[in-house]
């Protein structure tokens, strides 16, 4: 069993009381896991798995610490090898754990609905949105830095001039009480907000009727029917009133920063993305984007004014 206290300190949950709490939620849907091995196992025989296998006696860890093991490598960021040494398995069982529990997170977790519709939210909306009472959703992009590819085509799609590397560019969406309600896929680097905003698919779920706030620059107004609120761009003869609604939407919008400061503590995203992990980094990524979700508390608080 995982040691109460060693829990507190390396993943992002508040408590061990909260972890317990997630776990109990997922536990019942362990027995649908199926294993990376076995899948492989039946790709090579060109098979389909329809059935998850039944719990073997000869499986090293019990589930619970398999998942705590994920946890670890997904928030503290240690390699394959030293989670091997850290629970006395061999390194290639330690990779077949965390792509296992990579996949079951993404289809437990994504198989529910974060969007949040129009009502929803303003059940929800904090008054210190009184202003801009229709937002749906605070939106920004993030990167993460990846190993330099050896293609030169490659290199040149996923240098990103503004984090001057090879990154990973996503597009995150969050509800203005707080919660991620978007999560879209990685895309090469060197893509803008614009595009990534056009590919992600985010458009064809907002109406006239919602609105969205960005950061400046973010130029998507002809992208989308619904209204965008965007700090303007300072002009002369109306210095002093755009300056008081640059300020108000900065206040708001800081938020969806917060948000993605939270997802990327996890320290796997601090380090470079190497390429054996490119294979399932969309994985990883939405994971912990719907992790924040039970791990963290409320983000709006009364200073917003």
């Given at each position: ?7 507190s300190?390396v993943?992002?949950?508040p ?39 039944r ?23 240690l ?8 629970f ?11 792509a ?15 969007w ?7 059940a ?10 229709d ?22 799609e ?5 984090k ?20 879209s ?38 992208c ?14 109306k210095?002093?009133l ?5 300020q ?9 920063e917060?948000v ?6 996890n ?39």
């Open positions: 069993m995982i040691d109460m206290m060693y829990v300190l993943n992002r949950f408590s061990y009381d909260h972890l317990m709490a997630f776990w109990f939620l997922i536990e019942p849907c362990i027995y649908k896991m199926i294993r990376v091995s076995r899948a492989k196992s039946a790709a090579n025989r060109n098979e389909e798995v329809l059935t998850p296998a719990t073997s006696t000869r499986q090293l860890l019990q589930p619970i610490d398999e998942f705590f093991l994920f946890l670890v490598f997904l928030s503290v960021g390699k394959e090898r030293d989670l091997a040494h850290r006395n398995i061999h390194q290639s069982t330690v990779s077949r754990i965390i296992t529990w990579t996949n079951f997170l993404a289809t437990a977790l994504g198989s529910q609905c974060i949040l519709t129009r009502e929803e939210v303003q929800y909306l904090p008054e210190e949105f009184k202003d801009f009472s937002t749906q959703m605070i939106l920004d992009c993030t990167e993460l830095r990846c190993q330099t590819p050896s293609s030169p085509l490659l290199q040149s996923m240098y990103s001039l503004y001057s590397h090879c990154t990973m560019k996503a597009l995150v969406g969050i509800a203005p009480h707080g919660p991620v309600t978007f999560i896929n990685l895309y090469a680097g060197s893509v803008s907000d614009k595009e990534l905003f056009k590919q992600s698919g985010i458009a064809e779920k907002l109406t006239e009727d919602m609105a969205v706030m960005v950061d400046k620059g973010f130029l998507i107004t002809d989308c029917k619904c209204k965008v609120y965007c700090p303007p761009f300072l002009s002369k003869q210095q002093i755009q300056v008081k609604e640059t108000a939407i900065a206040r708001l919008r800081v938020h969806v917060r993605i400061r939270r997802i990327k503590q320290k796997l995203f601090d380090s470079i993305i190497t390429m054996s992990h490119v294979y399932n980094i969309n994985q990883l990524f939405a994971v912990a984007c719907m992790l924040s979700n039970y791990q963290n508390t409320a983000l709006v608080k009364k200073w917003v004014k």
